[in-house]
């Protein structure tokens, strides 16, 4: 199972990025999706989480309104949209999967993780 995250980078704060993160090797519309983040000297945190039928969304409060988690299955490939970037926001985001009920978002017990992406939001 590959886990490929892409989509960082440097930003001001106000704008966008769109992360993607590309799966293979697994039955992607089997999976429930998440997104995680690290800041330095932090732990990893829930971003945010999308069912496996694309149905229901999770978000940590800090992103809701803001952030736009979304999946297209023909591609394997869930996305977030990331806008009104805050400098708190700098970090390392990861995607993985989960095997899970159709209507299941879940913020924890991932089976699969992707390498990083860094985004970085300037004051």
């Known amino acids: 199972v590959q886990l490929q995250a892409s989509g960082g980078g440097l930003v001001q704060a106000g704008g966008s990025l769109r992360l993607s993160c590309a799966a293979s090797?697994?039955?992607?519309?089997?999976?429930?999706m998440g997104w995680f983040r690290q800041a330095p000297g932090k732990e990893r945190e829930f971003v945010a989480a999308?069912?496996?039928?694309?149905?229901?969304?999770d978000y940590t409060d800090s992103v809701k309104g803001r952030f736009t988690i979304s999946r297209d299955s023909a591609k394997s490939t869930v996305y977030l949209q990331m806008t009104s970037l805050k400098p708190e926001d700098t970090a390392v985001y990861y995607c993985?999967?989960?095997?899970?009920?159709?209507?299941?978002?879940?913020?924890?017990?991932?089976?699969?993780w992707g390498q990083g992406t860094q985004v970085t939001v300037s004051s």
């Open positions: 993985a999967a989960r095997g899970a009920p159709p209507f299941m978002v879940v913020r924890g017990a991932y089976d699969y």
């Open positions: 090797g697994l039955t992607f519309s089997s999976y429930a």
């Open positions: 999308i069912s496996w039928r694309g149905s229901n969304t």
